[in-house]
């Protein structure tokens, strides 16, 4: 059973960085698309990034385009999110997630979060 444990969140000032790590285990994860995910509070979950674990292709929201990058380590199955230049309106809890294939609709595995405050 897949297990994703998220770290790294924390209180930055704007203009700052973080870099957030999620830690997989359980499985074998070739041909697992990995994904970011954060909720503020009062609004809908919405979705940050992704990588294939295979091949490492990447994809972005608009709203972090350029100042966030999603990286893996497949040596340590650990999925990153690096984020700079953070504004307020990142302030969430931020979730990994992984599905088993691009083809796949619904991410079906989900960390814990962890919160990411961002002061102005």
């Known amino acids: 059973q897949v297990q994703l444990v998220e770290s790294g969140g924390g209180l930055v000032q704007a203009g700052g960085s973080l870099r957030l790590s999620c830690a997989a285990s359980?499985?074998?994860?070739?041909?697992?698309?990995m994904g970011w995910f954060r909720q503020a509070p009062g609004k809908e979950r919405e979705f940050v990034a992704r990588i294939r674990w295979s091949g490492g292709l990447t994809y972005y929201a608009d709203s972090v385009k350029g100042r966030f990058t999603i990286s893996r380590d497949k040596a340590k199955n650990t999925v990153f999110l690096q984020m700079n230049s953070l504004k307020p309106e990142d302030t969430a809890v931020y979730y990994c997630?992984?599905?088993?294939?691009?083809?796949?609709?619904?991410?079906?595995?989900w960390g814990q979060g962890t919160q990411v405050t961002v002061s102005s």
């Open positions: 359980g499985g074998t994860f070739s041909g697992y698309v």
């Open positions: 997630a992984a599905k088993r294939s691009i083809t796949t609709i619904a991410y079906d595995t």
